[in-house]
């Protein structure tokens, strides 16, 4: 079974400018979640979809991030403009989904550098 | 007060010690425990779910909840080098929440 896939691996770019992450979950997994982590911290959620639906964006600064899961499937996490604290590795990771359980699995992350 | 407390480390153990990691939550109507080893410049890695209280063994891995104490640990027996990661504890109260991890170090 494929694991949760993301691009790209690494990214570089100056503030101001704008970045954009792609994810694709587990095959079958309803939902999807978008984390940011930053150094020595624990991951912070940003944003829960369930099928293309959100569920929860409390946490996501949405004067600069956004995210869409149009297909219910693969997701997009855009910054438009960075600064440089958004440095952090973005992780994607996706779960069955509330009737099969919330077990969640992470994608291998892109790390962000804000110069 | 934090949501999802860990003790802080690092932690180092010599190879073959149990090394023991703790946490502690504050929301009462959290349901859901989780244990995740992350390596470094790695995405974290679901080691240990967790739903009721009382201990729950996987090989090596003993991950014990206590609901009415808000605590839920994990015990690593036999330690080996392999096991130096940080540690992550995670509690889904309805959205899921890290703790800053715990940082373990098997010394051969």
């Known amino acids: 079974e494929a694991g949760v896939a993301q691009s790209p691996r690494y990214k570089i770019i100056e503030k101001r400018q704008s970045v954009a992450f792609w994810c694709n979950p587990i095959s079958g997994h309803a939902t999807l979640y978008w984390y940011q982590q930053i150094l020595g911290q624990g991951p912070k959620l940003l944003i829960q979809?369930?099928?293309?639906?959100?569920?929860?964006d409390s946490q996501l600064p949405k004067d600069r991030f956004s995210a869409e899961r149009l297909k219910g499937v693969d997701s997009t996490l855009k910054i438009q403009p960075a600064k440089l604290e958004d440095s952090a590795v973005y992780l994607c990771?996706?779960?069955?989904?509330?009737?099969?359980?919330?077990?969640?699995?992470f994608g291998p992350g892109t790390r962000l550098t804000v110069l | 007060q934090k949501e999802v407390e860990q003790n802080s480390g690092p932690l180092s153990v010599p190879e073959g010690a149990i090394a023991s990691l703790n946490c502690t939550y504050s929301d009462r109507v959290s349901q859901s425990f989780f244990w995740y080893r992350q390596y470094s410049g790695k995405s974290p890695e679901l080691i240990m779910s967790i739903y009721s209280n009382g201990d729950k063994e996987d090989g090596r891995f003993t991950a014990q909840l206590n609901k009415a104490s808000q605590y839920v640990s994990l015990l690593i027996r036999d330690s080996q080098p392999s096991d130096s990661a940080t540690y992550l504890c995670a509690v889904n109260p309805g959205d899921m929440r890290f703790g800053a991890g715990t940082r373990l170090t098997v010394k051969p």
């Open positions: 990771a996706s779960s069955l989904g509330l009737a099969g359980g919330n077990e969640q699995f």
């Open positions: 979809f369930q099928n293309n639906g959100v569920v929860d």
